[in-house]
Nanobody, 128 residues
Framework: QVQLIETGGGSVQSGDSLRLSCAAS????????MGWFRQAPGKEREFVAA????????YYGDAVKGRFTITRDNAKRTVYLQMASLKTGDTAVYYC?????????????????????WGQGTQVTVST
């Protein structure tokens, strides 16, 4: 069982920046593909960003391209989501996810599939 703990959520204003962190419990973290997803009230879960375990290839959802950046620090077993130029439409609960199955996850048509474990989520609220 892999535990994922997200931190860094909060309330900000439009145009502000925020960084989310997700710490993993498993020492084999470096072999996990990691991702961020979000869910706003009344909406389906949405892919935000992902980073592979091998060469660190990154993928982004269309809504956040050019504004959000996903990175990872394997020594700290942590993945980050740097969010810039935040909009009210970015308001959601943000979830960290891990694929522990060696290439079990994949990107297709703007979505990312195949995550095995999920964190409890952290709220991000963007106001005008």
């Amino acid at each position: 069982q892999v535990q994922l703990i997200e931190t860094g959520g909060g309330s900000v204003q439009s145009g502000d920046s925020l960084r989310l962190s997700c710490a993993a419990s498993d020492p084999t973290f470096s072999s996990f593909a990691m991702g961020w997803f979000r869910q706003a009230p009344g909406k389906e879960r949405e892919f935000v960003a992902a980073i592979t375990w091998s060469v660190g290839t990154t993928y982004y959802g269309d809504a956040v391209k050019g504004r959000f950046t996903i990175t990872r620090d394997n020594a700290k077993r942590t993945v980050y989501l740097q969010m810039a130029s935040l909009k009210t439409g970015d308001t959601a609960v943000y979830y960290c996810a891990a694929d522990v199955d060696y290439n079990g996850s994949y990107y297709r048509d703007g979505h990312y599939y195949g995550m095995d474990y999920w964190g409890q989520g952290t709220q991000v609220t963007v106001s005008t």
